[in-house]
C-alpha cells in the first residue's frame, strides 16, 4: 500500500489559489488518487480523483506528473470556508477497496 | 453519491459498557468500511463489512472488541466492546461510491 506524505499545515488567504503536494513515490500501477476533505465534527468528503495528468471539476484541480509519485491539489480563489484538512488517499479501489490509508493530512487555514 | 446516516451521533459512556453504532445507506452496496478517528488524528481502518461473511479486520483490531453485522446490503452496526477511555473516538462508516469513498456524519464516544 502505498504511503502519502503531505505537509502538516499550511496558511493562505481569501481569495488567493491553493495548492497541496502529496507525495506517494511506492504509488502501484493500478492505484488512483483520490482528495477528501473535512471539517470539524463531520466525515471526510469526497473532492476529487484521478489516475493521471490533469482532472477538473467545479470545487478543485488535480495535477498528477507522468511518474504519478506525487499529486497537487489546487483550490482557486479560497474562502475562510475552506478552512479544513484535506487528506491524499492512493488506492487500487477494485482489489484493494477500503484498503488505503489515510495519510495525516494537511490542515489548510484561510485567513482574511 | 451515497447519502449515510449514522446513530447516534453521539454519547457518553461508561467504561466496562458498549456501544453499538448503526449505519444506514441510502442505496445497496456490496463493501462497508468501518473506522476510527481519534481526537486530532487521521483516520484509521477497523474493519471490511461485506454482507453474508465475516467482517475483516484490520491489524490491531479484532472481532471480540469491535464485533460488526452486516444484515443486508445498506445496513451495518458496529459494536464498541468493554469501553475503556481509550476508546474515546469518532467512529465513521464508509461505502465505496463510482467516484470515491462516501463517508457518514461520525459518531463521537466518550467513554468516561
Known amino acids: 500500500l502505498a504511503k502519502t506524505t503531505q505537509p502538516i499545515s499550511m496558511d493562505s488567504y481569501e481569495g488567493q489559489e491553493v495548492n497541496i503536494t502529496c507525495s506517494h513515490n511506492?504509488?502501484?500501477?493500478?492505484?488512483?488518487i483520490t482528495w477528501y476533505q473535512q471539517f470539524p465534527s463531520q466525515g471526510p468528503r469526497f473532492i476529487i480523483q484521478?489516475?493521471?495528468t490533469k482532472v477538473t471539476n467545479e470545487v478543485a484541480s488535480l495535477f498528477i506528473p507522468a511518474d504519478r509519485k506525487s499529486s497537487t491539489l489546487s483550490l482557486p480563489r479560497v474562502s475562510l470556508s475552506d478552512t479544513a484538512v484535506y487528506y491524499c488517499?492512493?488506492?487500487?479501489?477494485?482489489?484493494?477497496?477500503?484498503?488505503?490509508?489515510f495519510g495525516d493530512g494537511t490542515t489548510l487555514t484561510v485567513k482574511p | 453519491s451515497a447519502v449515510i446516516s449514522q446513530k447516534p451521533s453521539r454519547d457518553i459512556c461508561q467504561r466496562g459498557t458498549s456501544l453499538t453504532i448503526q449505519c444506514q445507506v441510502d442505496?445497496?452496496?456490496?463493501?462497508m468500511f468501518w473506522y476510527r478517528q481519534q481526537p486530532g488524528q487521521s483516520l484509521t481502518l477497523i474493519a471490511t463489512?461485506?454482507?453474508?461473511?465475516?467482517?475483516?479486520?484490520e491489524s490491531g483490531f479484532v472481532i471480540d472488541k469491535f464485533p460488526i453485522s452486516r444484515p443486508n446490503l445498506t445496513f451495518s452496526t458496529l459494536t464498541v466492546s468493554n469501553m475503556s477511555p481509550e476508546d474515546s473516538s469518532i467512529y465513521l462508516c464508509?461505502?465505496?461510491?463510482?467516484?470515491?469513498?462516501?463517508f457518514g456524519p461520525g459518531t463521537r464516544l466518550t467513554v468516561l
Open positions: 464508509s461505502v465505496e461510491g463510482g467516484s470515491g469513498r462516501f
Open positions: 511506492n504509488i502501484a500501477t493500478n492505484d488512483y
Open positions: 484521478g489516475y493521471k
Open positions: 488517499l492512493v488506492g487500487d479501489l477494485n482489489t484493494n477497496a477500503g484498503k488505503s490509508t
Open positions: 442505496s445497496q452496496v456490496t463493501m
Open positions: 463489512a461485506n454482507q453474508g461473511s465475516e467482517a475483516t479486520y
